[in-house]
Nanobody, 115 residues
Framework: QVQLVESGGGLVQAGGSLRLSCAAS????????MRWYRQAPGKQRELVAG???????NYADSVKGRFTISRGNAKNTMYLQMNGLKPEDTAVYHC?????????WGQGTQVTVSS
């Protein structure tokens, strides 16, 4: 079983930056794929960015050039550096881990961008 804990959310003005962190526990192996999703009120959950254990990354078109996903030196940690934040980035951001054919989710962290 993998447990995920996110941190780093908060309230920021448009144009500002935040850095989200996700720490996974429950396995000593390198998790295959880690991703950030977000869900705004009244909207479906959407993929923001993903990173494989080998370092390959992918991004939603809406965040390309503004957000950067990375994995930390500590095994199974992940970050999302968010720059140039916009009000439409307001959502609960969830960490996701795909490992041994199962998906695991964190509780989420709120990001609010004021205009």
């Amino acid at each position: 079983q993998v447990q995920l804990v996110e941190s780093g959310g908060g309230l920021v003005q448009a144009g500002g930056s935040l850095r989200l962190s996700c720490a996974a526990s429950g396995t000593s192996a390198s998790i295959t794929l880690m991703r950030w999703y977000r869900q705004a009120p009244g909207k479906q959950r959407e993929l923001v960015a993903g990173i494989s254990s080998g370092g390959s990354t992918n991004y939603a078109d809406s965040v390309k050039g503004r957000f950067t996903i990375s994995r930390g030196n500590a095994k199974n940690t992940m970050y999302l550096q968010m720059n140039g934040l916009k009000p439409e980035d307001t959502a609960v951001y969830h960490c996701n881990a795909y490992w041994r054919y199962a998906d695991y989710w964190g509780q989420g962290t709120q990001v609010t961008v004021s205009s």
